[in-house]
T-cell receptor
């Protein structure tokens, strides 16, 4: 099955700086890559996703890039704010119902 | 408000108890899921239902028993659990079909004592 690795496991950034989280996947047939944000005491919420026919997607301060050749994708958060502090999960699927998730990155934005 | 509602939010049960987790989605989706989230581990898919039919059982022990009476409701029946089953149990739904976005509920925190 699909194996998704996520790095780093923890990330501390100064408010206003950028944060980057990287994920790799094992199955070259994967074609859907969502990112979820989980705040304390809540369920994961989709923040952005990308499909394999696109190399980059941006939504305000967040962006995702996909390198199909290298089988990795990344989340970029610019101008970080305290409310960006959360656990972020990447995931990959091969076009069916089964998302495989990374282990998560705990992001802390220091004021 | 995510459109996926889980009850109860918190549950403490003994190893000999029988309890159930309930999930309801108001999004008109056709697929529903149970995930288990333990500390420091990736989200683990437990069960998938598509149009009320179970399409995935990810080698889950029989002490967890899912039930999907219709496309909007999903239950997870629990009996004779172990302390290591303590975790956050997340329900999710998706429209169904390839590459569909999954929407999660807030989760049910389960503690087995």
């Amino acid at each position: 099955g699909e194996n998704v690795e996520q790095h780093p496991s923890t990330l501390s950034v100064q408010e206003g700086d950028s944060a980057v989280i990287k994920c790799t996947y094992s199955d070259s047939a994967s074609n859907y890559f969502p990112w979820y944000k989980q705040e304390l005491g809540k369920g994961p919420q989709l923040i952005i996703d990308i499909r394999s026919n696109v190399g980059e997607k941006k939504d305000q301060r967040i962006a995702v890039t996909l390198n199909k050749t290298a089988k990795h994708f990344s989340l970029h958060i610019t101008e970080t704010q305290p409310e960006d502090s959360a656990v972020y999960f990447c995931a990959a699927s091969i076009g069916d119902y089964k998302l495989s998730f990374g282990a998560g990155t705990t992001v802390t934005v220091r004021a | 408000e995510t459109g996926v509602t889980q009850t109860p939010r918190h549950l403490v049960m003994g190893m000999t108890n029988k309890k159930s987790l309930k999930c309801e989605q108001h999004l008109g989706h056709n697929a529903m899921y149970w995930y288990k989230q333990s500390a420091k581990k990736p989200l683990e898919l437990m069960f998938v239902y598509n149009f009320k039919e179970q399409t995935e059982n990810n080698s889950v022990p029989s002490r967890f028993s899912p039930e999907c009476p219709n496309s909007s409701h999903l239950f997870l029946h629990l009996h004779t659990l172990q302390p290591e089953d303590s975790a956050l149990y997340l329900c999710a739904s998706s429209p169904g079909g390839p590459g569909n976005t999954i929407y999660f509920g807030e989760g049910s925190w389960l503690t087995v004592v």
